[in-house]
Protein backbone atom coordinates (compact mmCIF):
# COMPACT_ATOMS: atom_id res chain seq x y z
CA UNK A 1 0.00 0.00 0.00
CA UNK A 2 1.14 3.19 -0.86
CA UNK A 3 0.88 6.20 1.69
CA UNK A 4 0.77 9.70 0.68
CA UNK A 5 -0.59 11.94 2.84
CA UNK A 6 -0.69 14.93 0.84
CA UNK A 7 -2.97 12.99 -1.20
CA UNK A 8 -6.30 14.52 -0.54
CA UNK A 9 -8.08 11.95 -2.32
CA UNK A 10 -6.70 9.49 -0.18
CA UNK A 11 -8.78 8.02 2.89
CA UNK A 12 -7.24 6.45 5.32
CA UNK A 13 -10.65 4.60 6.76
CA UNK A 14 -10.35 1.11 8.53
CA UNK A 15 -11.62 -1.83 5.95
CA UNK A 16 -14.77 -2.27 8.14
CA UNK A 17 -16.04 0.85 7.79
CA UNK A 18 -15.49 0.92 3.93
CA UNK A 19 -17.00 -1.98 3.59
CA UNK A 20 -20.11 -0.97 5.68
CA UNK A 21 -20.05 2.41 3.05
CA UNK A 22 -20.06 -0.27 -0.03
CA UNK A 23 -22.35 -2.62 1.41
CA UNK A 24 -24.75 0.59 2.19
CA UNK A 25 -24.64 1.95 -1.57
CA UNK A 26 -25.11 -1.49 -2.59
CA UNK A 27 -21.77 -1.62 -4.43
CA UNK A 28 -22.07 0.85 -7.05
CA UNK A 29 -21.72 4.67 -7.55
CA UNK A 30 -23.85 6.59 -5.66
CA UNK A 31 -23.65 9.16 -8.42
CA UNK A 32 -24.03 7.20 -11.63
CA UNK A 33 -24.98 3.82 -10.68
CA UNK A 34 -21.64 2.23 -12.06
CA UNK A 35 -19.36 -0.67 -10.51
CA UNK A 36 -16.52 0.17 -12.23
CA UNK A 37 -13.14 1.09 -9.47
CA UNK A 38 -14.94 2.13 -6.45
CA UNK A 39 -14.06 4.42 -4.19
CA UNK A 40 -14.53 6.16 -0.40
CA UNK A 41 -15.17 9.72 -0.41
CA UNK A 42 -15.55 11.82 2.04
CA UNK A 43 -18.73 14.42 1.34
CA UNK A 44 -17.23 17.04 3.63
CA UNK A 45 -13.55 16.76 3.35
CA UNK A 46 -11.98 16.45 6.11
CA UNK A 47 -9.72 19.67 5.96
CA UNK A 48 -12.72 21.12 6.38
CA UNK A 49 -14.30 19.56 9.31
CA UNK A 50 -15.44 16.29 7.74
CA UNK A 51 -15.77 13.49 9.72
CA UNK A 52 -14.59 9.68 9.30
CA UNK A 53 -17.73 8.34 9.71
CA UNK A 54 -20.30 6.60 7.36
CA UNK A 55 -22.49 9.48 7.59
CA UNK A 56 -19.96 11.93 5.79
CA UNK A 57 -18.38 8.45 3.59
CA UNK A 58 -20.16 8.03 0.20
CA UNK A 59 -19.07 5.01 -2.65
CA UNK A 60 -17.92 7.08 -5.98
CA UNK A 61 -16.32 5.36 -9.33
CA UNK A 62 -13.19 6.86 -9.88
CA UNK A 63 -14.34 9.14 -12.65
CA UNK A 64 -17.31 10.64 -10.17
CA UNK A 65 -14.49 10.84 -7.30
CA UNK A 66 -12.02 12.64 -9.71
CA UNK A 67 -14.81 15.00 -10.69
CA UNK A 68 -16.04 15.52 -7.50
CA UNK A 69 -12.18 16.35 -6.20
CA UNK A 70 -12.29 18.90 -8.93
CA UNK A 71 -10.43 17.32 -11.59
CA UNK A 72 -10.55 18.78 -15.08
CA UNK A 73 -10.37 16.22 -16.98
CA UNK A 74 -13.60 14.61 -15.39
CA UNK A 75 -15.66 17.32 -15.68
CA UNK A 76 -17.26 18.18 -19.09
CA UNK A 77 -15.64 20.67 -21.22
CA UNK A 78 -18.98 21.34 -22.68
CA UNK A 79 -20.41 22.32 -19.50
CA UNK A 80 -17.64 24.37 -17.66
CA UNK A 81 -17.33 26.26 -21.19
CA UNK A 82 -21.57 26.39 -20.86
CA UNK A 83 -21.88 27.51 -17.00
CA UNK A 84 -22.08 30.83 -17.78
CA UNK A 85 -19.36 31.52 -15.23
CA UNK A 86 -16.44 33.93 -16.16
CA UNK A 87 -13.36 31.70 -15.17
CA UNK A 88 -12.78 28.17 -15.70
CA UNK A 89 -11.84 28.64 -11.75
CA UNK A 90 -15.20 29.35 -10.95
CA UNK A 91 -16.80 27.02 -12.67
CA UNK A 92 -14.99 23.71 -11.03
CA UNK A 93 -15.75 25.46 -8.19
CA UNK A 94 -19.78 25.36 -8.72
CA UNK A 95 -19.47 21.85 -10.16
CA UNK A 96 -17.90 20.29 -7.31
CA UNK A 97 -20.58 22.13 -4.98
CA UNK A 98 -23.38 21.00 -6.83
CA UNK A 99 -21.71 17.36 -6.44
CA UNK A 100 -21.37 17.43 -3.21
CA UNK A 101 -24.86 18.47 -2.70
CA UNK A 102 -25.88 15.77 -4.94
CA UNK A 103 -23.85 13.34 -2.29
CA UNK A 104 -25.29 15.25 0.55
CA UNK A 105 -28.92 14.71 -0.69
CA UNK A 106 -28.21 10.61 -1.31
CA UNK A 107 -26.80 10.42 2.00
CA UNK A 108 -29.72 12.35 3.49
CA UNK A 109 -32.20 10.44 1.85
CA UNK A 110 -30.64 7.20 2.53
CA UNK A 111 -30.82 7.80 6.38
CA UNK A 112 -34.22 9.83 6.19
CA UNK A 113 -35.44 6.42 5.28
CA UNK A 114 -33.96 4.39 7.89
CA UNK A 115 -35.45 6.91 10.42
CA UNK A 116 -31.88 7.85 11.19
CA UNK A 117 -31.13 11.65 12.09
CA UNK A 118 -28.47 12.05 9.54
CA UNK A 119 -25.97 14.56 10.90
CA UNK A 120 -22.34 13.56 9.59
CA UNK A 121 -20.45 17.27 10.38
CA UNK A 122 -19.34 16.37 14.11
CA UNK A 123 -17.11 13.89 15.19
ZN1 LIG B 1 -19.88 7.46 -10.75
ZN1 LIG C 1 -12.68 11.88 -2.14
Same mark, same amino acid.
Given at each position: ????????????????????????????? $???? /???? &????? @? #??? *????? =??????????????? $???? /???? &????? @? #??? *????? =???????????????????????????????????
Amino acid at each position: MKKKSTNTMSANISKEMRREVYRRDGFRC $ALCD /STDV &LQIHH @I #KPR *GRGGA =DHPHNLITLCWRCHS $AAHG /SLMM &LDDYA @I #KNS *GYETE =DDAIRAMTYDMELECIRYVADYYAEQGEVWYPWDG
